[in-house]
């Protein structure tokens, strides 16, 4: 049974630049929900996707969307990267049917900006 | 406001003693879920316990055990006889009725065990 995979494990842009992180959820979920978690920090909640939807979104600016696939998987995507978007970026799936079940979360993608 | 405060930044124990995280948390729902994550090098977040806001029960799982009150807005963990292989960070995390899946996380506390 496959846990939630993230691609890549790293990736390194420069400022300006534009970013596309991808997550496979566990398999039997169909929400994925995306958090970024800054040196020291907990994770923040950027957005969910459930039915190829944006549901909830964070406290974070229009630079940051995403999209969900019939497959369920989803992508984060970043425009004019700044220096501040440095951070481990974790995706997060789950069942909506099972609301007070715990999400299951991926390995992270950490995004180095120069 | 939702709020969930870990005032422990960093905790260093020696193997085999006892160590307790401590967790706080701010909201106004009635119905809630709290949370206690495990963040190893490797980035992944670890579940451990889910607990509602009904269910004050405490929790013991081998060496873990757990202990809520409502009553300080409070979510502890201790570990029992800790070991190495427990060193991570330890995040405990807040989840509302009306946030959906929104999960509100702690600052997170780093736990050392030393041999």
């Known amino acids: 049974d496959a846990g939630v995979t993230q691609s890549p494990t790293h990736l390194i842009k420069t400022r300006g630049q534009q970013v596309t992180l991808r997550c496979s959820p566990k398999s039997g979920h169909d929400t994925v929900s995306w958090y970024q978690q800054a040196l020291g920090q907990g994770p923040q909640f950027i957005f969910q996707y459930y039915e190829e939807e944006e549901r909830q979104r964070g406290n974070f600016p229009d630079r940051f969307s995403g999209h969900q696939f019939p497959n369920y998987s989803s992508e984060l995507n970043v425009n004019a990267l700044l220096l501040g978007d440095s951070a481990l970026y974790l995706c997060?799936?789950?069942?909506?049917?099972?609301?007070?079940?715990?999400?299951?979360f991926g390995d992270g993608t950490r995004l180095s900006i120069l | 406001a939702q709020k969930v405060t870990q005032a422990q930044t960093e905790i260093s124990v020696v193997e085999k003693e006892d160590v307790t995280l401590d967790c706080v948390y701010e909201?106004?729902?009635?119905?809630?879920?709290l949370f206690w994550y495990k963040q190893p090098p490797s980035g992944e977040l670890v579940f451990l316990i889910r607990r509602n806001s009904f269910d004050e029960q405490n929790e013991i799982s081998g060496r873990y055990s757990w202990n809520f009150q409502k009553s300080t807005s409070s979510f502890n963990f201790t570990i029992t006889a800790s070991q190495v292989v427990d060193s991570a960070v330890y995040f405990c995390a807040l989840r509302g009725m009306d946030s959906s899946y929104k999960l509100i996380f702690g600052s997170g506390t780093r736990l050392l065990v030393r041999p």
């Open positions: 909201t106004r729902d009635t119905t809630y879920y």
């Open positions: 997060a799936s789950s069942l909506k049917a099972s609301f007070n079940q715990p999400q299951h």
